[in-house]
């Protein structure tokens, strides 16, 4: 990342995460405990590999952890006719895992931002929400770092995020309630300050879609 903008971050976007990881035998080894205090038996065959392929499955389901989500919004560029309005990308959808209970959370997320001078690619906002995403999270404090990483890196007049998700942790277990959504909001710059300007963004993120 350019030396310049890292300086300017809070140490939430940093590049590299700050866990010191165990070894893979000694995460290997909690899952075998896991497995035994499911009640299952982890030596017999269906299970002997299993504790290998949930390890590696937790390198992919966290690999967020890894990346940085600063250095995605790094490429910007101007050269768009002068465009100045809003950008809303919506649908986005993800799966993270909540961080009480390490269970998904599968949501839909709503990002937008109002360029000012300058934009990003689009595929950009879905891998900020991805790499969120691939960390364990709340649904509130994944809105509000979508929003803010937007909003640092590329300081445009405004950003909006609104995020629309199930929580397994709720259906599966505890309360077990299927189907309740969750929604949240984060609004910057001039989505905070006009009310005109959450109503348009929640407009646009709430027509049909182009296929029909
Ligand atoms: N605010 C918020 N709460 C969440 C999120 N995901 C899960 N939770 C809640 O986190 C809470 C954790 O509550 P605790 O009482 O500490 O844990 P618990 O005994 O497992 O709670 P229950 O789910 O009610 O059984 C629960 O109410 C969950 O529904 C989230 O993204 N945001
Ligand atoms: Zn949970």
Redesign the pocket.
């Known amino acids: 990342m350019d030396a310049a903008i890292k300086k300017m971050l809070p140490a939430a976007y940093m590049d590299k995460p700050v866990t010191d990881r165990p070894t893979q035998e000694e995460a290997e080894a909690a899952v075998l405990t896991l497995l035994r205090w499911a009640g299952d038996d982890p030596t017999r065959e269906g299970l002997i590999d299993t504790p290998r392929r949930v390890v590696k499955a937790y390198r992919e389901m966290f690999e967020g952890y890894d990346k940085c989500p600063a250095e995605e919004l790094g490429r910007t560029f101007e050269e768009v006719a002068g465009y100045d309005d809003m950008v809303v990308m919506r649908d986005i959808s993800f799966h993270s895992h ?1 961080e ?2 390490m269970v998904p ?1 599968i949501g839909k997320a709503h990002v937008g931002y109002l360029p000012d001078g300058k934009v990003v690619g689009l595929s950009k906002l879905i891998r900020v929400v991805e790499i969120f995403a691939h960390r364990l ?4 404090a994944m809105t509000a770092q979508i929003a803010n990483v937007i909003q640092d890196v590329l300081n445009p007049r405004g950003v909006a995020v609104v995020i629309e998700a199930n ?1 397994m ?2 259906e599966m ?3 077990r309630k299927q189907g309740s959504v ?1 929604t949240t909001a984060t609004f910057t710059g001039a989505f905070r300050d006009n009310p005109e300007e959450q109503v348009r963004f929640m407009t646009m993120i709430k027509s049909g879609t182009i296929t029909g």
Do not use: L, S
């Not at 999270?137 to 509130?140: D, K, L, P």
């Open positions: 909540c009480h209970h959370i999270q709340t649904q509130e929580h942790c709720i277990r505890g309360i969750t």
